[in-house]
């Protein structure tokens, strides 16, 4: 992926019959982004487990997009010669024409679109091919992050760390479309492209965590890719400091238990563990079928944690 390859005024303000003339008022940026669409068979819990699995670069989730209020996305979506399937790509950030810019691409072709990040907030990216069900269920989402231009504020404080979580739905290999529609044959939740991916706690296989120092704010930008389910989102032995619904600032809460995301939804989750003692969250999907099934995080909150992880390119931990 390529990004933030060129800078363009965006904001002309001209003074029209004024003596006085304006300067510009804001700098946006035009961002690159360029991804491929790879079936592959990919790991889908800590074990080793394999499935063969539809992507956006060979991840799951695909790769993080992120980019400031009022940027525009050139984006390009080539569909590897390899693969048997059409694909697209709908960008929940974009407000364009469905049949145009979301259309479907035969396997060896690439499609080019531009749009406008008009909104703030944190938006699910997804595949709208035909059937949709499957090329979500087979791993095509990912997350796009606007920032707001006006930056951070009183109301929407600057985070020590950040992480990005993306829930989604694991079936059965080779469950037909209308059983995915139905829910039959799913077998977990995949959080990052794994159950259980960072939960050492409920499964012994689990190498990684979440990890922050006491005191920090960590924000979760909080992605729900699930079919048909929403995400009852809790932080165990915490509550929310602020969500920010759909991740946008003037969206705020405080002091939240359970937030709900619905479906190819997403929210911004603010936690500040106490500074004084080394504690331990749980990020659970608080619907126990998810929970106990692979929608578990934990966050670990000691003086030793690695001060790399949730930062810089460290926000989804591969
Ligand atoms: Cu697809």
Redesign the pocket.
């Known amino acids: 992926m390529i990004t933030k390859l060129s800078v363009r005024p965006h904001v002309l303000v001209l003074a029209l019959g004024l003596a006085t003339s304006f300067a510009p008022t804001a700098w946006a940026k035009t961002v690159k982004v360029e991804m491929t669409?790879k079936e592959v068979e990919i790991q889908v819990d800590n074990k080793g487990t394999k499935q063969n699995m539809?992507t956006y670069d060979g991840t799951i989730p695909g790769p993080l997009v992120r980019v400031t209020e009022g940027d525009v996305v050139d984006f390009s979506l080539t569909n590897d010669a390899a693969n048997k399937?059409s694909?697209?790509m709908d960008f929940h950030a974009a407000i364009v024409d469905v049949l145009d810019e979301f259309a479907e691409i035969k396997p060896g072709g690439t499609k080019k679109f531009t749009f406008e990040a008009k909104y703030p907030g944190v938006f699910i990216y997804h595949?709208g091919?035909s059937a949709m069900v499957e090329?979500i269920a087979r791993g095509?989402y990912g997350v796009i992050i606007v920032d707001p231009k006006e930056g951070f504020s009183k109301k929407f404080p600057k985070p020590d760390r950040e992480y990005v979580l993306v829930q989604g739905d694991l079936f059965r290999e080779g469950t037909s479309v209308d059983d995915l529609l139905d829910g039959k044959n799913w077998v977990g939740s995949l959080i990052n492209g794994r159950v259980f991916k960072y939960d050492p706690v409920h499964d012994q296989d689990a190498t990684q965590t979440l990890q922050a120092k006491p005191g920090e704010r960590v924000r979760f930008y909080y992605v729900n890719a699930n079919v048909n389910d929403p995400v009852a989102l809790h932080p165990i032995a915490g509550i929310w400091d602020r969500v920010y619904d759909h991740g946008n600032p003037r969206n705020v809460s405080e002091g939240v238990q359970t937030f709900t995301i619905p479906p190819a939804s997403g929210a911004i989750f603010d936690l500040v563990p106490p500074a004084n003692r080394p504690t331990n969250n749980a990020i659970v999907d608080h619907a126990m079928r998810r929970a106990l099934r692979g929608a578990i995080s934990v966050l670990m909150t000691n003086d030793e944690a690695d001060p790399t992880l949730g930062r810089a390119d460290k926000l989804i931990l591969r």
């Open positions: 669409v539809w399937n694909h697209s595949c091919a090329h095509m």
